[in-house]
Protein backbone atom coordinates (compact mmCIF):
# COMPACT_ATOMS: atom_id res chain seq x y z
CA UNK A 1 0.00 0.00 0.00
CA UNK A 2 1.11 3.57 -1.02
CA UNK A 3 1.06 6.37 1.75
CA UNK A 4 -1.45 9.03 1.73
CA UNK A 5 1.19 11.81 1.31
CA UNK A 6 2.26 11.45 -1.61
CA UNK A 7 -0.81 13.38 -2.64
CA UNK A 8 -0.59 15.90 -0.29
CA UNK A 9 2.57 17.03 -2.01
CA UNK A 10 0.76 18.21 -5.23
CA UNK A 11 -2.40 20.88 -5.08
CA UNK A 12 -5.57 19.44 -6.00
CA UNK A 13 -6.05 20.57 -9.82
CA UNK A 14 -9.23 19.56 -9.66
CA UNK A 15 -12.54 17.56 -8.40
CA UNK A 16 -14.43 16.56 -11.23
CA UNK A 17 -13.18 13.58 -13.56
CA UNK A 18 -10.22 14.39 -15.71
CA UNK A 19 -9.59 10.46 -17.19
CA UNK A 20 -11.53 7.47 -18.52
CA UNK A 21 -9.94 4.18 -17.09
CA UNK A 22 -10.60 0.90 -18.77
CA UNK A 23 -10.55 -2.56 -17.56
CA UNK A 24 -11.91 -5.99 -17.93
CA UNK A 25 -14.84 -5.30 -14.86
CA UNK A 26 -15.64 -1.50 -16.20
CA UNK A 27 -18.23 -0.69 -19.10
CA UNK A 28 -16.51 -0.72 -22.51
CA UNK A 29 -17.04 3.05 -22.56
CA UNK A 30 -14.56 3.43 -19.66
CA UNK A 31 -15.32 5.16 -16.27
CA UNK A 32 -14.97 8.31 -15.60
CA UNK A 33 -12.26 9.15 -13.08
CA UNK A 34 -10.32 11.50 -10.85
CA UNK A 35 -6.73 11.58 -11.39
CA UNK A 36 -3.57 13.16 -9.65
CA UNK A 37 -0.47 12.73 -9.83
CA UNK A 38 1.98 12.75 -6.67
CA UNK A 39 5.63 12.24 -6.57
CA UNK A 40 5.71 8.69 -6.25
CA UNK A 41 3.11 7.94 -8.56
CA UNK A 42 -1.36 8.83 -9.00
CA UNK A 43 -3.61 7.86 -7.49
CA UNK A 44 -7.06 7.61 -9.11
CA UNK A 45 -10.35 8.49 -7.67
CA UNK A 46 -13.72 6.39 -8.70
CA UNK A 47 -17.28 7.86 -7.89
CA UNK A 48 -20.09 5.20 -8.02
CA UNK A 49 -23.34 6.21 -6.31
CA UNK A 50 -21.75 8.40 -4.11
CA UNK A 51 -18.78 6.61 -2.39
CA UNK A 52 -15.52 7.24 -3.36
CA UNK A 53 -12.60 4.43 -3.86
CA UNK A 54 -9.65 5.09 -5.11
CA UNK A 55 -6.64 3.74 -6.61
CA UNK A 56 -2.70 4.40 -5.85
CA UNK A 57 -0.56 3.34 -8.75
CA UNK A 58 3.59 3.66 -8.23
CA UNK A 59 4.95 5.20 -11.27
CA UNK A 60 7.57 2.36 -11.89
CA UNK A 61 4.16 0.22 -12.53
CA UNK A 62 3.06 2.14 -15.08
CA UNK A 63 3.62 1.54 -18.81
CA UNK A 64 3.36 4.44 -21.63
CA UNK A 65 2.03 4.89 -24.58
CA UNK A 66 -0.07 6.71 -27.04
CA UNK A 67 -3.44 6.45 -28.04
CA UNK A 68 -7.24 7.58 -29.14
CA UNK A 69 -8.29 8.21 -32.83
CA UNK A 70 -5.62 10.96 -33.34
CA UNK A 71 -2.68 9.62 -31.16
CA UNK A 72 -4.12 12.61 -28.42
CA UNK A 73 -4.04 10.36 -25.64
CA UNK A 74 -1.48 9.39 -22.81
CA UNK A 75 -2.43 5.64 -22.29
CA UNK A 76 -1.20 4.65 -18.99
CA UNK A 77 -1.67 0.80 -18.28
CA UNK A 78 -0.59 -1.66 -15.38
CA UNK A 79 -1.87 -4.58 -13.71
CA UNK A 80 -3.99 -4.70 -10.80
CA UNK A 81 -6.04 -6.83 -8.28
CA UNK A 82 -8.92 -7.00 -10.88
CA UNK A 83 -6.79 -7.71 -13.94
CA UNK A 84 -5.05 -4.78 -16.63
CA UNK A 85 -6.22 -1.47 -16.16
CA UNK A 86 -5.65 1.42 -18.59
CA UNK A 87 -5.96 4.97 -18.12
CA UNK A 88 -6.60 7.64 -21.04
CA UNK A 89 -5.69 10.58 -20.60
CA UNK A 90 -6.46 14.14 -22.19
CA UNK A 91 -6.06 17.01 -20.29
CA UNK A 92 -2.83 19.07 -21.06
CA UNK A 93 -2.56 20.10 -17.47
CA UNK A 94 -2.77 16.61 -16.20
CA UNK A 95 -0.08 15.66 -19.03
CA UNK A 96 2.36 18.59 -18.40
CA UNK A 97 2.13 17.58 -14.89
CA UNK A 98 2.92 14.21 -15.04
CA UNK A 99 5.86 15.20 -17.01
CA UNK A 100 7.52 17.24 -14.59
CA UNK A 101 6.79 14.96 -11.84
CA UNK A 102 7.62 11.07 -13.34
CA UNK A 103 11.06 9.96 -12.51
CA UNK A 104 13.72 9.25 -15.09
CA UNK A 105 12.20 5.88 -15.57
CA UNK A 106 9.56 6.64 -16.83
CA UNK A 107 10.56 9.97 -18.77
CA UNK A 108 11.86 8.19 -21.44
CA UNK A 109 8.84 6.15 -22.73
CA UNK A 110 6.93 9.10 -22.04
CA UNK A 111 9.05 11.14 -24.48
CA UNK A 112 8.95 7.64 -26.55
CA UNK A 113 5.46 8.10 -26.74
CA UNK A 114 5.28 11.72 -27.07
CA UNK A 115 7.37 11.55 -30.01
CA UNK A 116 4.86 8.55 -31.45
CA UNK A 117 2.09 11.24 -31.01
CA UNK A 118 4.38 14.00 -32.56
CA UNK A 119 5.17 12.00 -35.70
CA UNK A 120 1.44 11.02 -35.78
CA UNK A 121 0.49 14.76 -35.96
CA UNK A 122 3.33 15.66 -38.55
CA UNK A 123 2.28 12.75 -40.95
CA UNK A 124 -1.21 14.01 -40.88
CA UNK A 125 -0.51 17.37 -41.83
CA UNK A 126 1.95 16.42 -43.74
CA UNK A 127 -0.29 14.56 -46.14
CA UNK A 128 -2.59 17.64 -46.02
CA UNK A 129 -0.05 19.55 -47.06
CA UNK A 130 0.69 17.83 -49.86
CA UNK A 131 -2.74 17.53 -50.81
CA UNK A 132 -3.16 20.63 -50.55
CA UNK A 133 0.39 21.53 -52.78
CA UNK A 134 -1.48 18.59 -55.71
CA UNK A 135 -4.54 20.50 -55.53
CA UNK A 136 -2.85 24.03 -56.16
CA UNK A 137 -0.54 22.13 -58.37
CA UNK A 138 -3.77 21.39 -60.49
CA UNK A 139 -5.21 24.36 -60.30
CA UNK A 140 -2.48 26.59 -60.92
CA UNK A 141 -1.80 23.85 -63.99
CA UNK A 142 -5.24 24.45 -64.86
CA UNK A 143 -4.88 28.31 -64.86
CA UNK A 144 -1.68 28.83 -67.03
CA UNK A 145 -2.26 25.61 -68.98
CA UNK A 146 -5.94 26.02 -69.92
CA UNK A 147 -4.70 27.48 -73.34
CA UNK A 148 -2.29 24.58 -74.03
CA UNK A 149 -5.18 22.26 -73.28
CA UNK A 150 -7.75 23.12 -75.29
CA UNK A 151 -4.70 23.18 -78.23
CA UNK A 152 -4.21 19.67 -77.42
CA UNK A 153 -8.35 19.45 -77.53
CA UNK A 154 -9.00 20.95 -80.45
CA UNK A 155 -6.08 18.97 -82.62
CA UNK A 156 -7.78 15.76 -81.41
CA UNK A 157 -11.42 16.79 -82.93
CA UNK A 158 -11.33 15.56 -86.75
CA UNK A 159 -12.42 17.75 -89.24
CA UNK A 160 -15.12 15.85 -90.26
CA UNK A 161 -16.74 16.26 -86.58
CA UNK A 162 -15.75 19.79 -87.27
CA UNK A 163 -17.93 20.17 -90.69
CA UNK A 164 -20.74 18.43 -89.32
CA UNK A 165 -20.70 20.67 -86.47
CA UNK A 166 -20.49 23.66 -88.75
CA UNK A 167 -23.35 22.51 -91.15
CA UNK A 168 -25.91 22.21 -88.69
CA UNK A 169 -25.69 25.01 -87.39
CA UNK A 170 -25.00 27.35 -90.68
CA UNK A 171 -28.42 25.33 -92.43
CA UNK A 172 -30.07 26.63 -89.54
CA UNK A 173 -29.05 29.86 -89.44
CA UNK A 174 -29.74 30.51 -93.15
CA UNK A 175 -33.62 28.86 -92.97
CA UNK A 176 -34.30 32.35 -91.51
CA UNK A 177 -32.30 34.60 -93.82
CA UNK A 178 -32.96 36.32 -97.19
CA UNK A 179 -29.92 35.17 -98.98
CA UNK A 180 -28.52 36.24 -102.37
CA UNK A 181 -28.73 33.21 -104.39
CA UNK A 182 -26.93 34.75 -107.78
CA UNK A 183 -26.12 37.70 -109.29
CA UNK A 184 -23.07 39.90 -109.94
CA UNK A 185 -22.62 39.98 -105.95
CA UNK A 186 -22.25 35.83 -105.24
CA UNK A 187 -20.03 35.62 -108.41
CA UNK A 188 -17.79 38.35 -106.73
CA UNK A 189 -17.92 36.58 -103.63
CA UNK A 190 -16.93 33.33 -105.30
CA UNK A 191 -14.35 34.44 -107.28
CA UNK A 192 -12.01 36.59 -104.03
CA UNK A 193 -12.97 33.06 -102.09
CA UNK A 194 -11.37 31.03 -105.17
CA UNK A 195 -8.52 33.28 -105.33
CA UNK A 196 -7.68 32.84 -101.61
CA UNK A 197 -8.32 29.41 -101.30
CA UNK A 198 -6.03 28.46 -103.98
CA UNK A 199 -3.21 29.99 -101.85
CA UNK A 200 -4.07 27.71 -98.78
CA UNK A 201 -1.63 24.76 -98.74
CA UNK A 202 -3.02 21.10 -97.79
CA UNK A 203 -6.33 22.76 -97.42
CA UNK A 204 -8.96 20.50 -95.52
CA UNK A 205 -11.83 22.40 -95.82
CA UNK A 206 -14.40 22.68 -98.52
CA UNK A 207 -15.06 26.52 -97.80
CA UNK A 208 -18.69 27.53 -98.66
CA UNK A 209 -19.59 31.11 -98.93
CA UNK A 210 -22.80 32.60 -98.89
CA UNK A 211 -24.36 36.01 -98.80
CA UNK A 212 -27.14 36.99 -96.87
CA UNK A 213 -29.11 39.88 -97.31
CA UNK A 214 -28.85 42.78 -94.41
CA UNK A 215 -27.55 45.76 -93.58
CA UNK A 216 -25.06 44.79 -90.68
CA UNK A 217 -21.32 45.26 -91.80
CA UNK A 218 -20.11 42.09 -90.75
CA UNK A 219 -19.36 38.49 -91.57
CA UNK A 220 -18.83 35.50 -89.72
CA UNK A 221 -17.19 31.94 -90.20
CA UNK A 222 -18.47 28.88 -88.57
CA UNK A 223 -16.17 25.79 -87.54
CA UNK A 224 -15.73 23.45 -90.85
CA UNK A 225 -15.56 26.45 -93.59
CA UNK A 226 -18.86 27.71 -93.61
CA UNK A 227 -18.63 31.70 -93.77
CA UNK A 228 -21.73 34.80 -94.45
CA UNK A 229 -21.10 37.42 -95.91
CA UNK A 230 -24.01 40.29 -95.12
CA UNK A 231 -24.61 42.55 -98.18
CA UNK A 232 -24.07 45.54 -95.82
CA UNK A 233 -20.57 44.92 -95.85
CA UNK A 234 -20.26 45.11 -99.60
CA UNK A 235 -22.66 47.99 -99.80
CA UNK A 236 -20.32 49.97 -97.57
CA UNK A 237 -16.96 48.43 -99.11
CA UNK A 238 -15.66 50.83 -101.33
CA UNK A 239 -13.44 48.25 -103.46
CA UNK A 240 -13.56 44.55 -103.69
CA UNK A 241 -10.13 44.26 -102.52
CA UNK A 242 -12.03 45.84 -98.76
CA UNK A 243 -14.12 42.43 -99.30
CA UNK A 244 -11.28 40.36 -99.36
CA UNK A 245 -9.67 41.66 -96.49
CA UNK A 246 -12.70 40.56 -94.70
CA UNK A 247 -13.11 37.15 -96.35
CA UNK A 248 -9.41 36.36 -95.73
CA UNK A 249 -9.71 37.19 -92.41
CA UNK A 250 -12.67 34.71 -91.79
CA UNK A 251 -10.71 32.01 -93.73
CA UNK A 252 -8.52 32.50 -91.92
CA UNK A 253 -10.79 31.70 -88.51
CA UNK A 254 -12.14 29.13 -89.81
CA UNK A 255 -8.43 27.33 -90.65
CA UNK A 256 -6.74 28.46 -87.33
CA UNK A 257 -10.37 26.58 -86.24
CA UNK A 258 -11.42 29.33 -83.94
CA UNK A 259 -15.26 28.40 -83.25
CA UNK A 260 -14.03 25.29 -82.30
CA UNK A 261 -11.66 26.45 -79.92
CA UNK A 262 -13.91 29.03 -78.04
CA UNK A 263 -16.14 26.12 -78.05
CA UNK A 264 -14.34 23.48 -76.27
CA UNK A 265 -13.09 26.80 -74.08
CA UNK A 266 -16.39 27.03 -73.27
CA UNK A 267 -17.53 23.34 -72.98
CA UNK A 268 -14.74 23.06 -70.41
CA UNK A 269 -16.01 25.69 -68.26
CA UNK A 270 -19.30 24.50 -68.01
CA UNK A 271 -18.31 20.89 -67.50
CA UNK A 272 -15.95 22.14 -65.10
CA UNK A 273 -18.84 24.15 -63.30
CA UNK A 274 -20.88 21.64 -63.25
CA UNK A 275 -18.77 19.32 -61.28
CA UNK A 276 -17.46 21.70 -59.24
CA UNK A 277 -20.70 22.19 -58.02
CA UNK A 278 -22.45 19.13 -58.54
CA UNK A 279 -25.26 19.90 -60.69
CA UNK A 280 -25.23 17.08 -63.02
CA UNK A 281 -28.30 18.86 -65.15
CA UNK A 282 -24.60 20.88 -66.39
CA UNK A 283 -24.68 17.95 -68.64
CA UNK A 284 -27.98 17.90 -69.98
CA UNK A 285 -27.68 21.82 -70.62
CA UNK A 286 -24.43 21.17 -72.90
CA UNK A 287 -26.46 20.25 -76.38
CA UNK A 288 -28.15 23.92 -75.77
CA UNK A 289 -25.11 25.26 -75.07
CA UNK A 290 -23.93 24.19 -78.74
CA UNK A 291 -26.33 26.23 -80.18
CA UNK A 292 -25.85 29.16 -78.41
CA UNK A 293 -22.62 29.17 -78.70
CA UNK A 294 -22.97 28.78 -82.61
CA UNK A 295 -25.40 31.71 -82.77
CA UNK A 296 -23.29 34.28 -80.89
CA UNK A 297 -20.14 32.80 -81.90
CA UNK A 298 -17.43 35.89 -81.23
CA UNK A 299 -13.47 34.91 -80.56
CA UNK A 300 -11.61 36.99 -78.28
CA UNK A 301 -8.70 39.75 -79.39
CA UNK A 302 -5.90 37.40 -79.52
CA UNK A 303 -7.69 35.15 -82.14
CA UNK A 304 -8.90 38.42 -83.92
CA UNK A 305 -5.18 39.59 -84.50
CA UNK A 306 -4.00 36.52 -85.19
CA UNK A 307 -6.66 36.06 -87.86
CA UNK A 308 -6.04 39.15 -89.14
CA UNK A 309 -2.19 39.19 -89.65
CA UNK A 310 -2.46 35.33 -91.10
CA UNK A 311 -5.21 36.90 -93.55
CA UNK A 312 -3.39 39.97 -94.66
CA UNK A 313 -0.19 37.18 -95.82
CA UNK A 314 -3.04 35.35 -97.72
CA UNK A 315 -4.52 38.36 -99.54
CA UNK A 316 -0.96 39.09 -100.25
CA UNK A 317 0.10 35.20 -101.78
CA UNK A 318 -3.45 35.47 -103.86
CA UNK A 319 -1.88 38.50 -105.55
CA UNK A 320 -4.71 40.98 -103.87
CA UNK A 321 -3.57 44.20 -102.93
CA UNK A 322 -3.66 44.26 -99.08
CA UNK A 323 -4.02 47.61 -98.59
CA UNK A 324 -7.85 47.08 -99.10
CA UNK A 325 -8.25 45.36 -95.66
CA UNK A 326 -6.15 48.28 -94.07
CA UNK A 327 -8.69 50.90 -95.35
CA UNK A 328 -11.33 49.07 -94.69
CA UNK A 329 -10.18 49.10 -90.59
CA UNK A 330 -9.44 52.43 -91.35
CA UNK A 331 -12.57 53.62 -92.75
CA UNK A 332 -14.24 51.47 -90.12
CA UNK A 333 -12.26 53.59 -86.97
CA UNK A 334 -13.60 56.87 -88.23
CA UNK A 335 -17.18 55.03 -87.43
CA UNK A 336 -16.38 53.57 -84.43
CA UNK A 337 -18.53 55.31 -82.54
CA UNK A 338 -21.49 53.00 -83.40
CA UNK A 339 -22.65 53.49 -87.47
CA UNK A 340 -21.22 50.64 -88.15
CA UNK A 341 -21.80 47.84 -85.78
CA UNK A 342 -19.12 45.30 -85.70
CA UNK A 343 -18.46 43.07 -82.50
CA UNK A 344 -17.46 44.40 -79.19
CA UNK A 345 -14.61 41.79 -79.11
CA UNK A 346 -12.99 43.01 -82.05
CA UNK A 347 -10.14 44.93 -81.36
CA UNK A 348 -10.30 48.91 -82.48
CA UNK A 349 -10.05 49.21 -86.14
CA UNK A 350 -7.39 52.44 -86.02
CA UNK A 351 -5.03 49.63 -83.78
CA UNK A 352 -5.68 47.04 -86.03
CA UNK A 353 -4.96 48.87 -89.63
CA UNK A 354 -2.10 50.11 -87.68
CA UNK A 355 -0.64 46.68 -86.65
CA UNK A 356 -1.40 45.39 -90.49
CA UNK A 357 0.26 48.36 -91.64
CA UNK A 358 3.46 47.72 -90.03
CA UNK A 359 3.33 44.24 -91.03
CA UNK A 360 2.68 45.08 -94.39
CA UNK A 361 5.81 47.23 -95.02
CA UNK A 362 7.89 44.33 -93.48
CA UNK A 363 6.32 42.43 -97.15
CA UNK A 364 8.36 42.60 -100.20
CA UNK A 365 6.26 44.68 -102.69
CA UNK A 366 3.44 43.74 -104.50
CA UNK A 367 2.09 43.59 -107.45
CA UNK A 368 -1.57 43.34 -107.42
CA UNK A 369 -3.39 41.48 -109.95
CA UNK A 370 -7.08 42.90 -110.30
CA UNK A 371 -10.56 40.98 -110.00
CA UNK A 372 -12.00 40.26 -113.74
CA UNK A 373 -15.75 41.87 -112.22
CA UNK A 374 -16.57 45.70 -111.98
CA UNK A 375 -16.92 46.53 -108.10
CA UNK A 376 -19.42 49.18 -109.05
CA UNK A 377 -21.93 47.10 -110.84
CA UNK A 378 -21.81 44.61 -107.61
CA UNK A 379 -22.63 47.90 -105.68
CA UNK A 380 -25.44 48.86 -107.98
CA UNK A 381 -26.52 44.76 -108.07
CA UNK A 382 -26.98 45.22 -104.00
CA UNK A 383 -28.68 48.87 -104.48
CA UNK A 384 -25.89 50.63 -103.16
CA UNK A 385 -24.39 53.97 -105.25
CA UNK A 386 -21.76 52.72 -107.72
CA UNK A 387 -19.52 54.68 -104.94
CA UNK A 388 -19.37 54.27 -101.36
CA UNK A 389 -18.88 57.62 -99.52
CA UNK A 390 -15.07 57.62 -98.03
CA UNK B 1 -33.83 18.54 -18.94
CA UNK B 2 -35.42 15.15 -18.84
CA UNK B 3 -35.37 13.05 -22.93
CA UNK B 4 -37.68 10.83 -23.40
CA UNK B 5 -37.90 8.28 -27.36
CA UNK B 6 -41.48 8.35 -28.13
CA UNK B 7 -42.32 5.52 -30.66
CA UNK B 8 -38.90 3.77 -30.81
CA UNK B 9 -37.43 2.29 -34.10
CA UNK B 10 -37.68 3.60 -38.00
CA UNK B 11 -39.78 7.05 -37.16
CA UNK B 12 -39.08 8.27 -33.49
CA UNK B 13 -39.67 11.03 -31.75
CA UNK B 14 -37.61 12.82 -28.58
CA UNK B 15 -39.64 14.47 -26.00
CA UNK B 16 -37.53 16.63 -23.91
CA UNK B 17 -38.62 18.46 -20.92
CA UNK B 18 -37.17 21.48 -19.72
CA UNK B 19 -37.35 23.01 -16.69
CA UNK B 20 -38.05 27.01 -16.48
CA UNK B 21 -34.81 28.75 -17.69
CA UNK B 22 -32.89 25.87 -19.58
CA UNK B 23 -32.52 25.25 -22.80
CA UNK B 24 -31.00 22.95 -25.38
CA UNK B 25 -29.21 23.22 -28.88
CA UNK B 26 -30.67 21.43 -31.74
CA UNK B 27 -30.09 20.49 -35.61
CA UNK B 28 -31.84 23.52 -37.44
CA UNK B 29 -35.37 22.14 -38.40
CA UNK B 30 -35.35 19.39 -35.99
CA UNK B 31 -37.79 20.67 -34.17
CA UNK B 32 -41.29 18.79 -34.51
CA UNK B 33 -43.31 20.83 -31.72
CA UNK B 34 -43.46 22.38 -28.18
CA UNK B 35 -44.59 24.35 -25.82
CA UNK B 36 -45.96 28.26 -25.86
CA UNK B 37 -43.61 28.99 -23.15
CA UNK B 38 -40.03 27.61 -25.65
CA UNK B 39 -38.90 30.37 -27.31
CA UNK B 40 -36.59 29.12 -30.39
CA UNK B 41 -33.40 30.49 -31.83
CA UNK B 42 -30.85 30.10 -34.11
CA UNK B 43 -27.37 30.46 -32.85
CA UNK B 44 -24.00 30.14 -34.52
CA UNK B 45 -22.42 27.50 -32.57
CA UNK B 46 -19.19 28.06 -31.89
CA UNK B 47 -19.01 31.91 -33.39
CA UNK B 48 -19.50 32.96 -36.89
CA UNK B 49 -16.08 31.37 -38.48
CA UNK B 50 -16.84 28.28 -36.07
CA UNK B 51 -20.17 28.10 -37.73
CA UNK B 52 -18.91 29.38 -41.66
CA UNK B 53 -16.19 26.65 -41.02
CA UNK B 54 -18.81 23.67 -39.92
CA UNK B 55 -21.24 25.19 -42.53
CA UNK B 56 -18.85 24.43 -45.67
CA UNK B 57 -16.52 21.95 -44.11
CA UNK B 58 -18.90 19.02 -42.17
CA UNK B 59 -21.85 20.39 -44.49
CA UNK B 60 -23.82 20.27 -40.96
CA UNK B 61 -26.01 23.37 -40.51
CA UNK B 62 -24.57 26.45 -40.44
CA UNK B 63 -27.07 27.18 -37.55
CA UNK B 64 -27.68 25.21 -34.91
CA UNK B 65 -31.05 26.01 -33.15
CA UNK B 66 -31.30 26.83 -29.72
CA UNK B 67 -34.56 25.62 -27.74
CA UNK B 68 -35.04 27.45 -24.64
CA UNK B 69 -37.53 27.72 -22.08
CA UNK B 70 -37.91 31.13 -21.19
CA UNK B 71 -41.39 31.60 -20.27
CA UNK B 72 -41.85 28.89 -17.47
CA UNK B 73 -41.28 24.77 -18.05
CA UNK B 74 -42.27 23.05 -20.64
CA UNK B 75 -41.89 20.10 -23.30
CA UNK B 76 -40.02 19.90 -26.95
CA UNK B 77 -40.66 17.12 -29.71
CA UNK B 78 -37.36 16.67 -31.60
CA UNK B 79 -37.06 14.48 -35.19
CA UNK B 80 -34.36 13.73 -37.68
CA UNK B 81 -34.94 14.31 -41.19
CA UNK B 82 -34.09 10.56 -42.07
CA UNK B 83 -36.06 7.17 -41.07
CA UNK B 84 -33.49 5.95 -38.29
CA UNK B 85 -32.95 5.11 -34.55
CA UNK B 86 -32.25 7.83 -32.06
CA UNK B 87 -29.98 7.15 -29.31
CA UNK B 88 -29.28 9.59 -26.02
CA UNK B 89 -26.22 9.04 -24.90
CA UNK B 90 -24.89 10.82 -21.28
CA UNK B 91 -21.62 12.82 -21.80
CA UNK B 92 -19.84 12.67 -18.29
CA UNK B 93 -17.29 15.25 -19.15
CA UNK B 94 -14.50 13.51 -19.95
CA UNK B 95 -16.41 10.95 -22.74
CA UNK B 96 -15.17 12.23 -26.43
CA UNK B 97 -17.87 10.88 -28.96
CA UNK B 98 -16.94 11.74 -32.92
CA UNK B 99 -19.71 11.77 -34.54
CA UNK B 100 -20.38 11.80 -38.27
CA UNK B 101 -21.95 14.93 -39.81
CA UNK B 102 -25.64 13.51 -40.07
CA UNK B 103 -25.47 12.33 -36.81
CA UNK B 104 -26.15 14.71 -34.25
CA UNK B 105 -29.84 15.60 -33.05
CA UNK B 106 -29.71 17.77 -29.85
CA UNK B 107 -27.81 17.88 -27.02
CA UNK B 108 -27.79 19.47 -23.34
CA UNK B 109 -26.52 23.45 -23.72
CA UNK B 110 -23.66 22.16 -21.64
CA UNK B 111 -22.52 19.54 -24.83
CA UNK B 112 -19.63 21.07 -27.23
CA UNK B 113 -19.44 21.00 -30.49
CA UNK B 114 -16.65 21.17 -33.11
CA UNK B 115 -16.01 20.25 -36.25
CA UNK B 116 -12.44 18.50 -36.43
CA UNK B 117 -10.11 17.78 -39.36
CA UNK B 118 -9.78 14.24 -40.57
CA UNK B 119 -6.74 12.75 -41.56
CA UNK B 120 -6.13 12.87 -45.31
CA UNK B 121 -6.75 9.19 -45.85
CA UNK B 122 -9.54 8.73 -43.44
CA UNK B 123 -11.18 11.38 -44.91
CA UNK B 124 -10.50 11.06 -48.97
CA UNK B 125 -11.95 6.86 -47.93
CA UNK B 126 -13.49 7.20 -44.76
CA UNK B 127 -16.67 7.60 -45.94
CA UNK B 128 -17.36 10.40 -43.50
CA UNK B 129 -15.99 13.29 -45.31
CA UNK B 130 -12.64 15.43 -44.31
CA UNK B 131 -14.26 17.09 -41.68
CA UNK B 132 -16.54 15.46 -38.44
CA UNK B 133 -17.88 16.60 -35.56
CA UNK B 134 -16.30 16.37 -32.39
CA UNK B 135 -19.02 16.40 -29.42
CA UNK B 136 -17.95 16.39 -25.74
CA UNK B 137 -19.01 18.34 -22.35
CA UNK B 138 -21.10 17.12 -20.02
CA UNK B 139 -24.98 15.98 -20.33
CA UNK B 140 -27.27 14.50 -22.80
CA UNK B 141 -26.37 14.06 -26.57
CA UNK B 142 -28.88 12.64 -28.70
CA UNK B 143 -27.49 11.18 -32.19
CA UNK B 144 -29.39 9.50 -34.81
CA UNK B 145 -29.05 7.17 -37.74
CA UNK B 146 -30.43 5.78 -41.10
CA UNK B 147 -31.73 2.62 -40.10
CA UNK B 148 -31.17 1.16 -36.83
CA UNK B 149 -28.23 1.89 -34.48
CA UNK B 150 -26.07 -0.73 -33.22
CA UNK B 151 -23.79 -0.47 -30.68
CA UNK B 152 -20.32 -2.29 -30.37
CA UNK B 153 -18.50 -2.57 -27.58
CA UNK B 154 -14.51 -2.93 -27.59
CA UNK B 155 -12.47 -4.01 -25.12
CA UNK B 156 -8.85 -2.54 -24.57
CA UNK B 157 -6.69 -3.52 -28.28
CA UNK B 158 -10.27 -5.92 -29.26
CA UNK B 159 -10.97 -4.87 -32.86
CA UNK B 160 -13.98 -5.00 -35.16
CA UNK B 161 -14.35 -4.09 -38.58
CA UNK B 162 -17.00 -1.49 -39.85
CA UNK B 163 -18.00 -0.73 -43.22
CA UNK B 164 -17.03 2.72 -43.99
CA UNK B 165 -20.52 4.14 -44.95
CA UNK B 166 -22.22 2.97 -41.80
CA UNK B 167 -20.66 4.21 -39.42
CA UNK B 168 -22.34 7.21 -37.05
CA UNK B 169 -20.47 7.93 -33.45
CA UNK B 170 -17.66 6.25 -31.93
CA UNK B 171 -15.06 7.39 -29.14
CA UNK B 172 -12.87 9.63 -29.28
CA UNK B 173 -11.13 6.62 -27.22
CA UNK B 174 -11.00 4.58 -30.35
CA UNK B 175 -8.88 4.34 -33.37
CA UNK B 176 -9.60 3.25 -36.59
CA UNK B 177 -7.65 2.37 -39.94
CA UNK B 178 -8.65 2.68 -43.10
CA UNK B 179 -8.04 -0.80 -45.13
CA UNK B 180 -9.60 -2.62 -47.93
CA UNK B 181 -11.60 -5.54 -47.58
CA UNK B 182 -10.24 -7.90 -49.27
CA UNK B 183 -6.35 -8.26 -50.14
CA UNK B 184 -6.36 -7.59 -53.82
CA UNK B 185 -8.02 -5.05 -55.18
CA UNK B 186 -10.31 -5.98 -57.70
CA UNK B 187 -11.69 -8.62 -54.81
CA UNK B 188 -12.43 -5.66 -52.52
CA UNK B 189 -14.42 -4.07 -55.06
CA UNK B 190 -16.07 -6.74 -56.42
CA UNK B 191 -16.67 -7.46 -53.21
CA UNK B 192 -18.90 -4.54 -53.00
CA UNK B 193 -17.30 -3.25 -49.65
CA UNK B 194 -14.42 -1.58 -50.95
CA UNK B 195 -12.87 -0.12 -48.21
CA UNK B 196 -13.64 -0.73 -44.45
CA UNK B 197 -12.40 0.58 -41.03
CA UNK B 198 -10.64 -1.40 -38.51
CA UNK B 199 -11.36 -0.09 -35.55
CA UNK B 200 -9.74 -1.10 -32.23
CA UNK B 201 -10.75 -0.39 -28.23
CA UNK B 202 -10.98 0.82 -25.96
CA UNK B 203 -14.39 2.29 -26.22
CA UNK B 204 -17.82 2.57 -28.39
CA UNK B 205 -18.83 2.70 -31.63
CA UNK B 206 -22.33 3.45 -33.12
CA UNK B 207 -23.29 2.14 -36.47
CA UNK B 208 -26.73 2.56 -38.27
CA UNK B 209 -27.62 -0.62 -39.66
CA UNK B 210 -28.30 1.44 -43.51
CA UNK B 211 -25.90 2.99 -45.10
CA UNK B 212 -27.76 6.55 -46.85
CA UNK B 213 -25.33 6.50 -49.92
CA UNK B 214 -26.01 2.91 -50.67
CA UNK B 215 -30.01 3.59 -50.53
CA UNK B 216 -29.92 7.34 -52.54
CA UNK B 217 -28.22 5.52 -55.46
CA UNK B 218 -30.95 2.56 -55.38
CA UNK B 219 -33.62 4.80 -55.52
CA UNK B 220 -32.43 6.94 -57.89
CA UNK B 221 -32.95 4.43 -60.45
CA UNK B 222 -36.81 4.73 -59.68
CA UNK B 223 -36.41 8.62 -60.16
CA UNK B 224 -37.77 9.47 -63.46
CA UNK B 225 -35.11 11.90 -65.20
CA UNK B 226 -36.43 14.84 -66.39
CA UNK B 227 -35.32 16.84 -69.69
Known amino acids: MIPHEWRETLPRMSSSPNALCFGHEFPTSGV ?53 RLLYLKDAELIRTFRRVAPPSVHIPFEQAASVARLARWR ?18 LWWGSDLLVALAVERIPVEWERKLGEAAYRELLARQDLVKEGPAVSAIQEMTRRLVEQIPHNPYKFEVTVVKSDVVNAFALPG ?66 SVEFVGLTFDREQETRADIAGLHLLYDAKIDPFGMIRFFERLSANDEGRMEWLSTHPMSRGRAERLTAEL ?21 LGAPPSAEP | M ?74 VLLAPTVPGEIVILELDGVTEYMVQKDGFLAGADSVRIESKMQSFARGLIGGEGFFILKIGGKGPLIINSFGAIHRIDLKPDQEYIVDNSHMVAWSATTSYTIERASSGWVASFTSGEGFVCRFRGPGVVYIQSRNPGGFGAWIRQFIPVSE
Not at chain 1, 227 to 236: A, R, S, W, Y
Not at chain 2, 17 to 23: D, F, P, T, V, Y
Not at chain 2, 48 to 55: C, E, P, Q
Request: charged content about 20%; some cysteine; glycine content about 12%.
Open chain 1, 124 to 141: RMGAWGVAFGILLTGVAG
Open chain 1, 32 to 84: PCLVQIGLQGLTVVFTSDGQEQQEDIPFTALSISVGGLDHDHLVLKWPSKQGE
Open chain 2, 2 to 75: RSEILYPGAFPLVKIELSAGEQIKAESGAMVGASPTIDVESKMEGGFLGALSRKLLTGEKFFFQTLRASRGPGE
Open chain 1, 361 to 381: AAMPQLTPVPFTFDWAAVRES
Open chain 1, 225 to 290: GYIVVFTGLMQNAACAEEVAGVLGHEIHHVLQRHGLERIVKRLGLVVAASILVGDQRGFAGLMKQF
